[in-house]
C-alpha cells in the first residue's frame, strides 16, 4: 500500500521562499509520475504542478508558473516543490499525489494515490 507522506508547510510572510517535500513508501516510485495540487478553505482542489517518471518533463499551473518548481528524487523516493515569492493567495494545504502509469496529468481524477496535505500560510 503506498504511503505518502508530505513535510515542510508553514507559516511565511509574503516573498518569503519555502519548499515542500513529500516521500512515497510502498510502491514503484520511479515508475510514477508525482504532481503537487493545493487547496483553499471553500475553494476546489487546484493543480500546482506535476512531473514525469523521470523528471524529463513538468507542468505549471498558471498562477505559479516561475515561482514554483517541482523537483524529483528517485533515489529517495521525494519528490519536491520549491516554491519562491510566496504570496497571501498561495495559502492552502498542498497535497501531494502519484499516477501509477507515469503520466504528468494536470487533474484530480488523473492520479492514484494521495497525501494528507501540508499547511502553508502566506501573510501579507
Known amino acids: 500500500q503506498e504511503q505518502l507522506v508530505e513535510s515542510g508547510g508553514r507559516w511565511v510572510q509574503a516573498g518569503d521562499s519555502l519548499t515542500l517535500s513529500c516521500v512515497v513508501s510502498?510502491?514503484?516510485?520511479?515508475?510514477?509520475?508525482m504532481g503537487w495540487f493545493r487547496q483553499a478553505p471553500g475553494k476546489e482542489r487546484e493543480f500546482v504542478a506535476s512531473?514525469?517518471?523521470?523528471?524529463?518533463?513538468?507542468y505549471y499551473g498558471d498562477s505559479v508558473k516561475d515561482r514554483f518548481f517541482i523537483s524529483r528524487d528517485n533515489a529517495k523516493n521525494t519528490v519536491y516543490l520549491q516554491m519562491n515569492n510566496l504570496q497571501p493567495d498561495d495559502t492552502a494545504t498542498y497535497y501531494c499525489?502519484?499516477?501509477?502509469?507515469?503520466?504528468?496529468?494536470?487533474?484530480?481524477?488523473?492520479?492514484?494515490?494521495w497525501g494528507q496535505g501540508t499547511q502553508v500560510t502566506v501573510s501579507s
Open positions: 499525489a502519484a499516477n501509477r502509469f507515469g503520466h504528468p496529468g494536470q487533474t484530480v481524477h488523473e492520479y492514484d494515490y
Open positions: 512531473v514525469r517518471w523521470d523528471g524529463g518533463v513538468s
Open positions: 510502498g510502491g514503484s516510485f520511479s515508475h510514477y509520475a
